[in-house]
């Protein structure tokens, strides 16, 4: 079945400890990126990568690292996390190009205490 | 500022009834592109307009796309509980940018 896996599907951490979200495609998609989903605002863009070792960022980057050295797979780093990175997290795949069809993750809702 | 404005921010109405929500921009794009996010799941895409004053439909979800290209539509007709979600519209030009969202409760 073709899909995009999140881990972990929730996450409680405390501010400053180190955390990782996991995200695999199964699509062989050159393109992969993360968003952050909150209230009234929608999905805003991360970071996004459109093939293996290259990563650009997005609209909202500041305290998120990622990397892709798979094409497979694109984790989102949290370095030192802090409670304004408290969200719901998505990250999404598709082929390259105009108007191709992204298919997300179940989500990953994060909160940073 | 949202690149897309999506209206109205909730709507809620009975089984049977019609509903319209609207994404609106006042800048040209070459598409435009409508998912549907349901609790507890990633967005899922329902179709993607092309062509200025392109009309899509999909069952009973009409979409369409705005003759100048700043705007889009979609229209549901004797909507059903299992409509129920949120409607998101996105650009599609190497990078999604949505807007932020139509919520919609249809009641049973």
């Known amino acids: 079945e073709a899909q995009v896996t999140q881990n972990p599907r929730y996450l409680i951490t405390v501010t400053g400890k180190k955390l990782t979200v996991t995200c695999s495609q199964n699509?062989?998609?050159?393109?992969m990126s993360w968003y952050r989903q909150d209230p009234g605002l929608g999905l805003r863009q991360i970071y996004y990568s459109m093939n293996v070792e290259v990563t650009d960022k997005g609209d909202v980057p500041e305290g998120y690292k990622v990397s892709r050295k798979e094409k497979r797979n694109f984790p989102l780093i949290l370095e030192s996390p802090s409670p304004n990175q408290t969200s719901l997290y998505f990250c999404?795949?598709?082929?390259?190009?105009?108007?191709?069809?992204?298919?997300f993750g179940q989500g990953t809702r994060l909160t940073v205490v | 500022t949202q690149l897309l404005e999506q209206s109205p921010q909730f709507l809620s109405i009975q089984e049977g009834e019609n509903l319209t929500v609207y994404c609106n921009s006042s800048?040209?794009?070459?598409?435009l592109q409508w998912y549907r996010q349901e609790p507890g799941e990633g967005p899922v895409l329902l179709v993607t307009?092309?062509?200025?004053?392109e009309v899509k439909k999909l069952k009973r979800l009409t979409f369409q796309f705005g003759d100048a290209r700043k705007d889009s539509s979609l229209h549901i007709t004797a909507a059903q509980p299992g409509d129920t979600g949120l409607y998101l519209c996105?650009?599609?030009?190497?990078?999604?940018?949505f807007g932020a969202g139509t919520t919609v409760t249809v009641r049973a």
């Open positions: 996105c650009t599609n030009d190497y990078k999604l940018s």
């Open positions: 999404a795949s598709s082929l390259l190009g105009l108007n191709t069809e992204a298919f």
């Open positions: 307009v092309v062509t200025g004053g």
């Open positions: 800048s040209v794009f070459s598409s």
């Open positions: 699509m062989n998609h050159e393109y």
